[in-house]
């Protein structure tokens, strides 16, 4: 029953790698979003896509990028991974931004525990 | 800027009380509006949405809209220990991305 599936539930790398981390969905939804979660800071946007290959940045882009190549696969690129970016990764989807509040409410996936040493 | 307050706690209710979370935001154009809950090394899930002024009921939890003072509550009747979770609180206006507050730690003791 699993709806949104993110590759990796722990990863450790070190300064300056380059990270990717995976999100699938199989609902068919338009919108895909990338947040961070740090204690006392909240749920914050990194970026989010309304179709395939447009993405706009949310709050906290800097270092980070993505790519949306398909319509159920939102990726998110960490080019030059650093310590501060040591974070737990939570992707999310939603049917559309209109129509029926129904289908603006957000699938998360289970999220990725990123440590950078 | 789109903000969407929350106190952070914790909350701490006795086990069978009625436990009430509140969130303000600053957007008036906001339309939709979610209570998400979050436990502890968990990812969010969809509790209650609301989209007009007025109450909510489903089952133990009750949603309460009003939008001419920005506000908006849950509310969880008969709290049992296994409700202990962060809240979370989204608005959506027209964009598509909803505005979340920081989290309500909410914690049931026996």
């Known amino acids: 029953d699993v709806k949104v599936t993110q590759s990796s539930r722990y990863l450790v790398k070190r300064t300056g790698e380059k990270v990717f981390l995976e999100c699938v969905q199989d609902?068919?939804?338009?919108?895909m979003f990338w947040y961070r979660q740090d204690p006392g800071l909240g749920l914050r946007l990194i970026y989010f896509?309304?179709?395939?290959?447009?993405?706009e940045k949310g709050d906290i882009p800097e270092g980070y990028s993505v790519s949306r190549e398909k319509k159920e696969r939102f990726s998110l690129i960490l080019e030059s991974a650093s310590t501060n970016q040591t974070s737990m990764y939570l992707c999310?989807?939603?049917?559309?931004?209109?129509?029926?509040?129904?289908?603006?409410?957000?699938?998360f996936g289970a999220g990725s525990r990123l440590t950078v040493l | 800027q789109k903000e969407v307050e929350q106190n952070s706690g914790p909350l701490s209710v006795p086990e069978g009380a009625i436990a009430s979370l509140n969130c303000t935001y600053s957007?008036?154009?906001?339309?939709?509006f979610f209570w998400y809950r979050q436990y502890s090394g968990k990812s969010p899930e969809l509790i209650m949405s609301?989209?007009?002024?007025g109450d909510k009921e489903d089952g133990r939890f009750t949603a309460q809209l009003n939008k001419a003072s920005q506000y908006v509550s849950l509310l969880i009747r008969d709290s049992q220990p296994s409700d202990s979770a962060t809240y979370l609180c989204?608005?959506?206006?027209?964009?598509?991305?909803?505005?979340f507050g920081r989290g309500t730690s909410l914690i049931v003791h026996p």
């Open positions: 999310a989807s939603s049917l559309t931004s209109g129509g029926l509040a129904g289908a603006n409410v957000l699938t």
């Open positions: 609902m068919d939804h338009e919108n």
């Open positions: 896509s309304y179709d395939v290959k447009m993405k």
């Open positions: 957007d008036r154009g906001s339309q939709s």
């Open positions: 609301i989209y007009s002024n």
């Open positions: 989204a608005v959506k206006g027209g964009s598509y991305i909803p505005t």
